[in-house]
């Protein structure tokens, strides 16, 4: 069997360990993840916390995460935003970019569109992106910009709409412009 079929077995198994109900077994594949996972390890990694685990294997998973170097991290979690099963933890996928320090500039568009349709948790993910990121696309960030401002003027939450205001002001800061 080629090495690479064989650690793809080995990975298999362990994000089943992952999603065990023993305690024990999930940290050890987290041990495992941390040594030799990859990109495709963000998935098991975001169901797993779906699980409501226990505390320690949920603070393992989430440091996991916030240090994700992996090539096609930004993809794999991109995706997982739009996946409606792990939609009770599209906040923690929100915080990996911006603890994880992701260069998540293609997706600006995204990020907006949750902070707008979003809750107030998943909106503060979303301005702390917009704020960490080194570069937006200048195009992005005026169409962004307008979506904000709008969103903005329509929020009757008033702590959400704060949030939407912090970052309408990012990008203005960004841009060089103001209303």
Excluded at 10 to 29: E, G, H, K
Excluded at 70 to 77: G, K, P
Aim: charged fraction near 30%.
């Amino acid at each position: 069997m080629p090495e690479s079929t064989a650690r793809k077995q080995r990975m298999d198994l362990t994000f089943a360990a992952l999603l065990s109900d023993d305690d024990a077994a999930a940290l050890t594949a987290l041990t495992r993840i941390e040594e030799q996972g990859d990109a495709r390890a963000i998935g098991p990694l975001l169901t797993a916390l779906t699980r409501k685990p226990a505390a320690a294997v949920e603070q393992r998973i989430t440091s996991l995460l916030y240090q994700v170097k992996a090539a096609d991290a930004v993809a794999t979690l991109i995706q997982a935003l739009d996946d409606p099963a792990l939609r009770p933890v599209r906040r923690t996928a929100l915080a990996t970019f911006w603890n994880a320090g992701l260069d998540a500039r293609d997706h600006l568009d995204r990020f907006i569109a949750i902070a707008i349709e979003g809750d107030a948790e998943e909106c503060f993910e979303c301005l702390t992106i917009v704020e960490n990121q080194e570069l937006w696309p200048e195009k992005a960030a005026r169409l962004g910009l307008a979506r904000l401002r709008k969103a903005h003027a329509n929020e009757s939450d008033p702590y959400k709409g704060a949030m939407l205001r912090d970052a309408v002001l990012a990008l203005e800061g960004r841009l060089g412009v103001s209303e």
